[in-house]
């Protein structure tokens, strides 16, 4: 059914290949597991996966080294697309694990926020360096010393939203720029530099809670963030390195209350309900922009005009639609 | 104890006068029964209030024209302050209703935003006038012809948020602005048009569920109020008019929905939930908003580094905190 | 195994059909996709369905023109019944479209009312001609000549009760016969005029929130029927043509009252709960017959002196018990 | 103010006494408390009530026997009413404790059923009595023997509804007449024979979890009635009686569900959820009574056209509105 | 592949048998069907269980008597352990009934409690028989004596907890240990023979509500059992037994009321809510001994220092952790 | 009325008081303010207290130092105990602040524990000097040490329950007795050690929530009591004595999740639920104990054989009863 096709594919989305092609470059081993043939031989059964999807393969006559203790690892594979009993699947005549000059760019294998990872750190940090409050701008920075590396890299979330690489500086990202205007337009009530702060640190418990594959993506939670979990990570910690700073205790209790009940409602896990201004409007900021995230992935599967195909837990448990109309572009 | 003081002040807010005081003036008149003195004179007891407070009184020797069924309407009196039995109370020498002439400001006898009502409801019609969209364009600025002066002028409620005069201008002008930066931030999901035209409609259905009294205020709900409610009454307007308005059955559906939806939750009393993007990001705004009002006022009397000292229902039915340290001002 | 019947049985029950008999006749196409054969020749694999259940079938050496974009049509076969691999099928060897001619009866192919449609029609038309008030009489008597044929032929709902043809006409018929005993009963609290008219026009909207089949069977929920919901549906089109017809607007009012809060409790949806006795006996008579019309379909399944043996989601989701006690018929 | 008035009324309703008349009588003493005149004179400060409302009243130069200790008795009084500091009181000459031959009759003084109570418990024991299964029968007719009396007198409840005298038969009356049509309207589902015992029994728990005052009235639950429930004691005692009469296993069984299953749902402390069809809409009817029920007290202070002034708890916690419209008599 | 071995292992544990083993012995028949082979001869599929696992089976050129029907009965069986595509089964040579001279030790083919079962009897019937009250102490030995077999053989649940045999026995006993130190600690307010009593009698119902199959196991529950529960059959059982004892009321009432409130909480299906401190321990103590258990049980698969792989709905519906750490044995 | 009594009562409880009666002594200040007479001349209106009770005073001729500003405070007064207008009071002659040499006794003026402190204390301390596990030793004797005049002298809580002084010691000495049994009697899933180590440590953090009187008692909770609550502040202290203390890391964690896990259920407060045994099983103590003592306070206005006058908040929020019989003392 497919002709052969001799060029070589490198570092092709899995997605794209066709049963006939050749191709080669690294993948994420999903799983390995080795098997005999009728004829005693041994060979590997295998799955890679990259962002576009999964392929099952097999390589015959392999006995070693690379097995299934080395699932979830990058590897160097080269082989040919066929398809056999109706499945596509590679037919692989190589296979080494991944080695430091192959220069694998992650966001290849693991989904990646649509945003530069680059730009949103540098306004997060350009954000907090201009905090009006002494108070506040130290222990945001101070926090962020310990944590960039992980703060800009693990994802916001397990599955519900926001969970690709970057994820949670993303939404960080974004909830500040939200928290910017917004503070503006209840500056009556709201203290900016608390505000912005708090949207900084609200999540920064998750560095500890998760933990992550080699690839950056949550494998699991840890035992810490199972037993404490993020709100209460984050509020401790916060308030060690506030009282490191030597900060007001006012200040410090604020940053901590902010954390801690961000989740606004006891059945979402919130440690107490808000109770400041700062502190309910986080919250609230919180759910438009996990909301308006889960939109943003609803509608890449759903054709303008019609319903999501399932319902979405996190939004209201109900499908979604998209609407097909769409206003005329602002003349402004 | 007070000393006599002969100069007599006009329109003078209730709270401030002091026992030995003469005054006059338009009040609203909030009860009045007539009695009878010992000697078998008829007397009028009443209870005169304005904005700062309410003040008891007497009109001795007096049977009438104004009575008991006068309660809720205004009247202009002149008087004396005096304490009887421990108790700050008005004799009065002269009461009659207020005319024409007497040219009432209502704000100085009932609460009212703390913003000026025409600059607000000059940015709203602005910003619909402007709307990309011409079909959603049209149907508000046809609802605001048909209601432009209730919905400029009637609260935002009876008793937890905007229950003053202006605010439901007050609420859905703070709203827009919000909805204004949050529509260009989250601008993949979010049809601007559509997400201002729902803030604008949103309570609109409020002009038929509240009664008002001569001053504006909210006396009661209407039976129309209470057996449909404002969801349902605005929503139903609302179809009613884009039919007129002939523009395309999806929009006036997505108007509708956004309007059906906003108070997000069943037990909130929503009629749907919200299922398109700028419902979801709708319900959430008139949320911040009225609790960041609650907020407002509940500062009105609690001092900065307290406690407020009732629970609050609105805001998650506790104390709220009013932090003392401010943050320097900004220096950007 | 099976052996050989020349006989051709025509519009039987695919049910009875047993490997051996050949047949011929109208029946749905639920489903049918083109394959080929490890020789290269298309086939359709495809599946049929009447009332009584469903059969997988093969039509060899077939191209077209019938094909995965008929299903949910009603197509004539001729064919005989085989097992392959354990599997009972049909190997067709006729297939079309059916034509007018085929006169075929829809409730030999989906499910109908245990009750006579035209019976029940007239019953329910009957008793509305009969209704002692003018106005509520002139709005149902309106709303029935705009959906007379809908509203006799739709099911009541998707899946929980009345899922079948002429099962919104069953459900109202039947309500309608309780309501007029109760309100006798309770006359002195209950206008018979007002509940009979709810008990018509409360799932009126149901005509406007489903999508049906060619045979009259949901096949999902419009968009508006998800945006809106049939109670605001309904009590939307009631409030027009209550004002075209010109009665009080307090009754215009109890109508749209009655239809809105039938659901009685806001986590079964309603936009509100009810207010008046009409309203609160409407939302009882309801779940009364929704749950004895959920019984008398688990009987179907559960013998006389066991429990049913799934757990029934809308009967306190649980299993239900079918007495084998049978009392004596009643001696009057 | 008030005019002398020689004659003596006898019995009057409370409410209708005006200041100047004499009346005398039986009615309920609520309260007594001795005191002493300034001049050291002792005298009794006591409140008289019948069905209409309560007066407050005081015995000069009175010692006893008469006191605290007979609060809640029926007392005979004469005197005269008049007004003391805006207060209308009774001034009495006469008090003694009730005796037999004064003949009070007790729905002169405690709220009674709006219907004979004689024709409620003919017409319950005559349906009883033509009961087509003669199991059910015979334990309905034995546990009217054993609580004929207390069955047809005490109160329905303690304030929710039916809290007058014969309250629970009516309540049991009315509910048998509609369980009357509705086991015809579902006979496919109902055993008639089972849903009538069912509700005769269903409260039947109530004789045993209520205290009575001498007037019939409840006074308080028992111990039984607190730590065990009328479902409970109810359903134990059928159990008994059932046992005793030898029916069939089942048929207990299913007359103790329905008791036990009553309420319904877990949240208004049903024993166990409705598990068979005649429990299902028991439980549905006890509801429909009950709010009936409800709303025909709520009509004796709700004009028409209005709202009632107080939620009703029982009501979905709202006020109700009595409708202003009334349709035309039936022409039938 | 597996080397033939040559002896016969005589009532092996399933799980243990390795291909080429031979066995003999008792197990428990789980499911069987008649097939036959391409060559037309009979033979028998099958499943033998005991209480470490489960083995499929075949035994060729069989034909009876033992078929479907013999499902859930314990069979004798003898054969051989082999492969076949990659699964392990038995290859019988002989299968019949168990008869009564196989001697079955029940606790080999089904979990069993990890306690003596006689002394756990010989525990709780010590206790019982010391108990101060001797209206209590005659009630509890009454209901021994009645139920002692089935007492001290049953499962204490299906699923939940203490699903084996001798589990409501084990369940019983700890409690009773519990209850004897609390009972001391708070002994100004627990009646410690009342407490004692309660912990036998709360859970006695489930004699009646269950079914257990031939050995032992719950099948499924009876008719009694889901339509009253085992706290109504088990309080109403009680108090027939203290009546018949000639008890006081209070102390009936008391027993009938601890049972009947052991669940707590509405949502967890209690027919009242604990009112005396004996109620509330025991519902208390109830919900300790379940849980522990359950930790128990969940311990068996989770390896010191992970968490279960599963969430465990009783235990707050998550996963629980097994601590690593040790703590020193006590040196007391 | 009262006779003179000549003799000078010292530190008299103020509920024995009684008219005519001379005394003096230290009372709680509860409240005073400053009046005129009608003749111009200065005297002080108050109210003393004691843990009996209240009693209003006055002390004429007197414009201070004393005054408002002192409320709160321990007052040593002289006095004569008279009636006037039907209310007993005092009538001062005498009234200066405590003072060091007057050696009031704490428990003579607010409600202790039925317990002796030093010897709780001195149970808690022995016990945690024996934890077999040394580092949760370490744990909780640094934490013993940070807090032990605080730990054994503060209320356990406001109202709730154990609102006493020492409340808090006996609360954990209690709970420390049940936990002792009870870790023997789950020995196979629990770790004494640290079950005792949670007991200590579990409401620790309410040393720093509350805000006390000078007398000991709760006057309100501290701000950062309010923003984090007991349960974060408890875990994030022994998170650091743990940390400066070098025990393992999961032991500290262990130590947290049993504080922050305690109070079981999300709409309890609990920051995470119980994942651990130890943490399961200690939610379930603090319970019971808060119960138990919830039912001893309710004794002392409860007589036997009688139900509570009113429900209980904590207990189900409903009437709690008392039962009449006494079982007969154990024969051990």
Redesign the interface.
Known sequence: MAQENKAVRECAALRTLVPGERFCGCYLLKSASGATTGAGKPYLNLRLADRSGELPGKLWDYAGPVGPADAGRIVWVSGRVETYQNVTQASLDALRLAEETDEVDPSRLVPAAPYDAGQMLDYVERTLG?????D?RAVCLAMLDRHRAAFSAIPGGKTMHHSFLHGLLMHTA?MM??AD??SR??S???????LIAGVFLHDIGKVAEYRTTELGMISEYS??G????H??LG??EV??VAREAGI?E??R??L??LI?SHHG???F?T???????EA??LA?LD??DS??EM??KA?EETPA?T?SRQKIYG??N???????????????
């Open positions: 201009k905090l009006a409050d002494a506040y974004k720029q939200a205007t917004l337009l209840y009556d009530v709201i203290d900016r530099s608390l035992a810490e199972q037993l404490l979990g709100l209460f509020a401790e308030g060690e007001p006012e200040k209790m604020l901590q209350h801690a409602r006891p059945e896990g440690i107490v309900t808000p109770r400041c201004a309910e409007l609230n759910m438009i909301r308006m939109y943003r509608f005009g319903f939004l209201n109900g499908t979604i639609y998209r609407p097909a109309a769409q206003s005329e572009s602002e003349a402004e």
